[in-house]
């Protein structure tokens, strides 16, 4: 349920009816936008009366929402919510930035990768030193050593850096080590302890889209996040599961003005892992961008064929600089207004 406030209405009558609704046992989530401010009701709203709402002095209206997001939801906060990444990088609000990902942190490569997509106007470092995947005897990741190489990268060439966090015992250790924005991957969209914990803290979050996880399914993962109290969640639409077999997954496009259109939140589109390929990749980068994605996450390697994972994927400095120019030129032509 949400309460549309009186244009009149004082600070002071707006902290009593916070406090009124508190102490009947709901939560509350206050949206103070530009033309109105909104006060969602959170629980078993079914106790309530909107007929004992409406006479109050402050309320101009109550409306009832069906959806079970309701931080994530637009109807709550019905403004773009922009995050502050550091570094001062906003995604959302009408920001775009891109995420240069390297995949796996492997050594001291990783300092050249980030400047070389930095010089391609890349503002974000996605790096893992902790990989997860299929096969147990792959590749796995630096670990802890890794994580603090990425952190100093991040510093030396002054990019926020974004980490994918598997259990909930590293979230303290990523914290410690300034990690900008934790990731949490689509294997553990459905890990509930672990969302919960990123959510204590106040570090932005990217859950990504599960490979059958449906639209709604996402924003639940994200109020999992934010009934915690971080509200400095962004979304990632990263491809799903099909019958098709000529990709890796499909990149679902549609997703990206759905989610715009349910919820307030950033919108990023991670293309290498539906595309499976560096050759489909490229391609599918302005296609977001026409769709309204807030950010895109590209694969970037300075020599994919030595690469210790996703080398398949990666983009060459050359095909990343590419992509970005014609990513510009997209978001020029769409966010241009167009004279009749």
Known sequence: ???????????????????????????????QGENETIVGIIGDTSRIDPLLLEPMGIVEEVRCVSDPFKKANRTFHPEDTAIDCGHGVRIGGGNFHVIADPRCVEGESIHRIAEVAKAARATLLRGSPYRSSTNPYSYQGMGAAGLGLLARVGHDVGMPIMDEVMDTRDVGLFVDKGIDVMQIGTRNAQDFALLREVGRTRVPVLPKRGRSETIDELLMVTEHVMSEGNSRVMLCERGIRTFEARTRYTFDVNAIPTLHRLSHLPVIADLNHAAGSRRYAAPVAPAACAAGADGLMVEVHDNPNEARSGGATALTPEGFATTMRRVSLVRDAVTTRLEA
């Open 1 to 31: 349920m949400i309460t549309i406030v009186k244009e009149s209405a004082t600070p002071a009558q707006l902290e009593h009816f916070v406090s009124w609704t508190q102490d009947r046992g709901f939560r509350t989530n206050v949206s």
